[in-house]
C-alpha cells in the first residue's frame, strides 16, 4: 500500500487464548455462556463481525469475498479459556442467574462449564462504584500492592490454564466521574501515585496498568478514564501491547451512530435531540448513582457532536439541545427500553420529527462485542501492533484516538477503517469505493 508502512508477519494463532474479563455480571455471563453455546452448536454468533461478516477484496468484479474469520488469523472459539474477578463471589451460573439475561433453559444447559468459572478476588472500592458491594474483595496497603496481586493472579491463570496468550477486557460497571489530572500525564508520576495511593487512580486503572505490564492487550467496556490516560498510553508503547476503548456502543448510542450520519449525509438540520433510558440490570442500578451517570453522559453526548461537526455546518447544527437521561427501573432488567425524539428541518426550515423506540437486550448487543475485540486485540499484538487501536473505534460511543485526533464516530467510517485494517494487514489494497475504472471515457 502506498504511503503506508509495510505490515509485519501475523505470529500463529497458535494454543490457548485466555480472556480475562473484570467483572463477572450480565455482560461477561452473557459473553461465556454464548461462546460455549455456539462451541456446543446451540447457536450462532449473531452479532459477531469477526464470526458472521464477509470482506470484500479487489474489484467486485473479481467475485473475492471471504469471510472475516476465514481472511484474517483469528483464534478459533475452540481456544478460549475464561477468567473474571469480581467483588460478588457467584460463580458464572450463579451470576448469569442472578443477570436475568438468558433463559433458564439455556443456564441449566450450560450449568456445568459456567459452575467451573468462580471470580478471583477483585479490586474494589464503593469510593467508585457507590450502589455495589461485595465480600470478594483483595487487600492492601497501597494501590501498587494490589497492581501486583492483579499481575500475579494474571500469571497465576496463564500457567493453570495453559494459555501462550491473554487478552483483558474490562466488562465491570460504570465508576465516578474522574477528570484527567497531574498523575495521569506520565508514567512516573502514575506510578508514584500507586505508592500514596493517589484517589485519581480508580480501581480500572488498576487492571489496565497490570494486564500492559504483563504483556495483556487490554479494552475497555465501559467510560471510565482507565487506560485513556498519557500514563498508560505511554505504557503501553513501551511494552509494545495494543489498548483500545471505551464503553461497548450498544442500544441508544448505536442508533444515534447509524441515524446521525444519515441525516447529516442528506445535509437534514436539527434543533434537538432528547434521549432517555430504563434500564433495570446491574448496570441501571450503579448509573442510579449521579457520579456514575456523569461518566456515562459524557461518553453519550460527546457522539453528536463529533459527527455532525457544528462548526464546519452552523446552519444546520450550530444550535442543537442534546439531552441523555438514565432512569433505573428493576422490573425491566436486562431489556433496556431507548426512547429518542428528534426534532429536525428540512427544505426552507421546515419542522420534522422521528421518534425511536428500541427495545434492545443490552447484553445481547454486548456480548458479541466482547468477542470480537478478543480476537482482534490478539490480533494486533500478534501483528506487532501497539498503543491505542483506533481501528476498533466501531465498538466504542468514546473512542480512544492519539493525542492530536479527535475520535471518529460514524459508524460507517469505522467500519471501513476496520475492514480496510484487515485489508493492509493482510497484503489487500483499501478500498477506496471510488470506481471510476467502470465508466465510458476513463483514462482518455
Not at 461462546?35 to 452448536?41: D, Q
Not at 446521525?260 to 449525509?265: E, H, I
Amino acid at each position: 500500500m502506498d504511503g503506508n508502512p509495510t505490515p509485519k508477519p501475523i505470529v500463529p494463532a497458535a494454543g490457548r487464548l485466555g480472556v480475562l474479563l473484570p467483572g463477572l455480571g450480565a455482560v461477561a455471563t452473557t459473553f461465556i455462556a454464548g461462546v460455549e453455546a455456539i462451541r456446543r452448536g446451540w447457536g450462532k454468533p449473531i452479532g459477531s463481525l469477526t464470526q458472521m461478516g464477509t470482506i470484500r477484496l479487489g474489484k467486485r468484479t473479481e467475485g473475492r469475498t471471504p469471510l472475516i474469520r476465514e481472511f484474517v488469523p483469528l483464534a478459533h472459539l475452540d481456544d478460549l479459556v475464561f477468567g473474571a474477578w469480581d467483588p460478588i463471589p457467584d460463580d458464572a451460573y450463579r451470576a448469569a442467574q442472578v443477570a436475568g439475561v438468558l433463559t433458564n433453559e439455556h443456564i441449566e444447559a450450560l450449568a456445568d462449564f459456567l459452575k467451573q468459572i468462580r471470580p478471583m478476588p477483585a479490586v474494589f472500592s464503593r469510593e467508585y462504584v457507590r450502589k455495589l458491594d461485595g465480600p470478594n474483595v483483595k487487600k492492601g496497603k497501597t494501590k501498587r500492592e494490589l497492581a501486583e496481586q492483579l499481575r500475579e493472579d494474571i500469571r497465576r491463570f496463564r500457567e493453570g490454564k495453559g494459555c501462550r496468550r491473554l487478552v483483558m477486557l474490562w466488562c465491570g460497571s460504570t465508576e465516578v466521574y474522574l477528570i484527567p489530572g497531574p498523575v495521569h500525564r506520565t508514567l512516573d508520576a502514575f506510578e508514584r501515585g500507586l505508592d500514596s495511593n493517589d484517589p485519581a487512580i480508580a480501581p480500572s486503572m488498576l487492571y489496565a496498568y497490570a494486564a500492559i505490564q504483563e504483556g495483556v492487550p487490554f479494552a475497555n467496556g465501559a467510560p471510565n478514564l482507565t487506560a485513556d490516560i498519557p500514563a498508560l498510553a505511554e505504557l503501553a508503547k513501551e511494552k509494545r501491547v495494543p489498548i483500545a476503548g471505551k464503553d461497548f456502543k450498544t442500544g441508544q448510542t448505536l442508533m444515534k451512530t447509524i441515524l446521525a450520519p444519515g441525516l447529516k449525509a442528506r445535509m437534514l438540520g436539527l434543533t434537538g435531540w432528547f434521549s432517555a433510558n430504563i434500564l433495570g440490570n446491574r448496570d441501571g442500578e450503579v448509573l442510579d448513582d449521579p457520579e456514575s451517570f456523569k461518566t456515562k453522559e459524557e461518553s453519550k453526548l460527546g457522539v453528536l457532536e463529533r459527527i455532525l461537526q457544528p462548526d464546519l455546518y452552523p446552519d444546520l447544527y450550530g444550535d442543537v439541545y442534546h439531552k441523555v437521561r438514565i432512569h433505573y427501573y428493576p422490573p425491566r432488567g436486562d431489556n433496556k427500553e431507548g426512547w429518542d425524539n428528534i426534532d429536525l428541518f428540512g427544505w426552507l426550515g421546515y419542522p420534522m420529527q422521528l421518534k425511536i423506540d428500541f427495545l434492545c437486550r443490552d447484553s445481547i448487543l454486548a456480548a458479541p462485542l466482547v468477542l470480537d475485540l478478543a480476537l482482534f486485540l490478539d490480533l494486533a499484538q500478534r501483528a506487532g501492533m501497539h498503543g491505542i487501536q483506533e481501528w476498533l473505534s466501531f465498538y466504542f460511543k468514546s473512542p480512544m484516538t492519539a493525542p492530536e485526533l479527535y475520535p471518529e464516530h460514524d459508524l460507517f467510517i469505522q467500519l471501513t477503517k476496520l475492514k480496510n485494517t484487515l485489508r493492509w494487514l493482510m497484503g489487500e489494497e483499501p478500498i477506496t469505493h471510488l470506481g471510476v475504472e467502470y465508466y465510458e471515457g476513463y483514462g482518455r
